[in-house]
Antibody
């Protein structure tokens, strides 16, 4: 079965760019009608969706973060990545990657959900 | 402030039935399906209910979901101690080129 694993620096300085990678194992990142999402959770708070990418490169971003976020995909490495620029302490959080599928519309609206999730990685923004 | 509104807390005794509400708007719950996620302490969220009322394989039938208009609900019957967790609703929002929105989460305590 598909598994996801986040990786990247656990500490980033304010004003710098946070960079994380999610490695997909147990299946091809290119197979199926899948989007691949990033979600974060500050300590003691709720979940916030950051953005997602389709293997074609098509993206959607959280409107509140859009100006600072770039998500990319490397199908040759079965990975997708997150870059968040100009970080502040407010960006300190556990960052999760997740598969977003099956991604289709019918008369009841949009069908998709996050499954599976990675275990998450804590990123602290501090000097 | 989350786009979807959930009560911050809920509680019940073992064996009871509890419900958690999730309120949204016409651009999210009113137009699209709702998913629920369970987050046990110290772990990543897990898909609990998808497409309003469908359970993934392995999720007990004590968990059920429903949707009406711009609101959704998660019901847990026969409450067990291992159900103590945070629960989040989520839906796709069609505004602003489309984006996912979450509820603020509900912490369920089993008394």
């Amino acid at each position: 079965q598909v598994q996801l694993q986040e990786s990247g620096p656990g500490l980033v300085k304010p004003s710098q760019t946070l960079s994380l990678t999610c490695t997909v194992s147990g299946g091809s990142i290119s197979s199926g009608s899948y989007y691949w999402s990033w979600i974060r959770q500050p300590a003691g708070k709720g979940l916030e969706w950051i953005g997602r990418i389709y293997t074609s490169g098509s993206t959607n971003y959280n409107p509140s973060l859009k100006s600072r976020v770039t998500i990319s995909v490397d199908t040759s490495k079965n990975q997708f990545s997150l870059k968040l620029s100009s970080v502040t302490a407010a960006d300190t959080a556990v960052y999760y990657c997740a598969r977003d599928h099956p991604n289709y519309y019918d008369s009841s609206g949009y069908y998709s959900w996050f499954d599976p999730w990675g275990q998450g990685t804590l990123v602290t923004v501090s000097s | 402030q989350s786009v979807l509104t959930q009560p911050p807390s809920a509680s019940g005794t073992p064996g009871q039935r509890v419900t958690i509400s999730c309120s949204g708007s016409s651009s999210n719950i009113g137009s699209n399906t709702v998913n629920w996620y369970q987050q046990l302490p110290g772990t990543a969220p897990k898909l609990l209910i998808y497409s309003n009322n469908q359970r993934p394989s392995g999720v007990p039938d004590r968990f059920s979901g429903s949707k009406s208009g711009t609101s959704a609900s998660l019901a847990i019957s026969g409450l067990q101690s291992e159900d103590e967790a945070d629960y989040y609703c989520a839906a796709w929002d069609d505004s602003l080129n489309g984006h996912w929105v979450f509820g603020g989460g509900t912490k369920l305590t089993v008394l």
